[in-house]
């Protein structure tokens, strides 16, 4: 099985853009699609990003994902920062058969 | 409006069997390509992944903890079940279901949640 690596926390003001990664162990980053979950402070998640780079109806085109093979990493880009974007986000894919793999989440603090 | 609602014991014993129920609505688990999963957060943690049931009855299992898991659902009462043995303090997490849909493979809606805590 593979992992997924993200930072521990990143930060930045309102108004700016902030990018969080999501490094796969092995296998390549393109194999399977990768979902990205916002969770605020005692709340369920909610998705932000599927498929690599789709976005759900009502997500705020501020927020955007991508993939890269070179460094086999799926980011997450926030785009004009505001407070209320301030949460945990994980990034999501699957395995070779068909399980679920979490990131270890990354605390986005809006400053 | 598809919603999904997580209910068991809050507190289980060390050594015991934690039985949880998701009871759903605006979906059936008998419709093709319906699936439900349970997820795990312990406080301050990430999220774990523990299981999947589809449509179809098939059934997914982490790999670390597919000893301990059992999934099952009752298409009649809008209902999945995932009983988890052998429960020690570890396992303390809130534990949420959450769906995925025909052609949707993310979880989508998320139920609150329910906090179990393993104390003896």
């Known amino acids: 099985n593979f992992m997924l690596t993200q930072p521990h926390s990143v930060s930045e003001s309102p108004g700016k853009t902030v990018t969080i990664s999501c490094t796969r162990s092995s296998g390549s980053i393109a194999s399977n699609y990768v979902q990205w979950y916002q969770q605020r402070p005692g709340s369920s998640p909610t998705t932000v990003i599927y498929e690599d780079n789709q976005r759900p109806s009502g997500v705020p085109d501020r927020f955007s994902g991508s993939i890269d093979s070179s460094s086999n990493s799926a980011s997450l880009t926030i785009s004009g920062l505001k407070t209320e974007d301030e949460a945990d986000y994980y990034c999501?894919?699957?395995?070779?058969?068909?399980?679920?793999?979490f990131g270890g989440g990354t605390k986005l603090t809006v400053l | 409006q598809v919603t999904l609602k997580e209910s068991g014991p809050a507190l289980v014993k060390p050594t015991q069997t934690l039985t949880l129920t998701c009871t759903f609505s605006g979906f059936s688990l008998s419709t093709s390509g319906m699936r439900v999963s349970w997820i795990r957060q312990p406080p301050g943690k990430a999220l774990e992944w523990l299981a999947r049931?589809?449509?179809?009855?098939?059934?997914f299992y982490s790999t670390s903890l597919k000893t301990r898991l059992t999934i099952s659902k009752d298409t009649s009462k809008n209902q999945v079940v995932l009983t988890m043995t052998n429960m020690d303090p570890v396992d303390t997490a809130t534990y949420y279901c959450?769906?995925?849909?025909?052609?949707?493979?993310?979880?989508?809606?998320w139920g609150q949640g329910t906090l179990v805590t393993v104390s003896s």
């Open positions: 999501q894919s699957y395995d070779s058969s068909n399980l679920v793999v």
């Open positions: 959450a769906r995925m849909g025909a052609e949707t493979d993310w979880f989508d809606p």
């Open positions: 049931i589809d449509w179809d009855d098939d059934k």
